[in-house]
């Protein structure tokens, strides 16, 4: 998750304990509630613009690139060793 976004939320959570200890009615209450709710699909849409954003998308590129040469990287160290362990008959007994 981004900073920003952990530090609103810490904000809203240090806002709304502050807000609930003080003498409630039904007004605050309703406020308090449609502000947590304001402020979570805020999170929600920074959280999916950031998936869809073009680092995102280059860095999953990125990965994906290095997991292929890894398995290109040990398929050919594995075919270079495979002959020091070529299958053996069982010797008879």
């Known amino acids: 998750m981004q900073p920003r976004v952990?530090?609103?939320a810490g904000l809203l959570a240090l806002l709304a304990t502050a807000?609930?200890?003080e003498p409630e009615?039904?007004?605050l209450?309703?406020?308090m509630q449609g502000y947590m709710q304001q402020a979570s699909k805020t999170a929600q849409d920074a959280l999916t613009s950031m998936?869809?954003?073009q680092v995102a998308v280059q860095a999953r590129a990125w990965v994906t690139g290095q997991?292929?040469?890894l398995k290109d990287y040990w398929s050919?160290?594995?075919d270079t060793?495979?002959?020091f362990w070529e299958p053996t008959t069982a010797a008879p007994v």
């Open 6 to 8: 952990l530090l609103v």
């Open 19 to 21: 807000r609930a200890s």
């Open 25 to 27: 009615d039904a007004s």
């Open 29 to 31: 209450l309703g406020m």
């Open 51 to 53: 998936q869809e954003s």
């Open 67 to 69: 997991f292929d040469s």
């Open 76 to 78: 050919s160290l594995s």
């Open 81 to 83: 060793f495979s002959g």
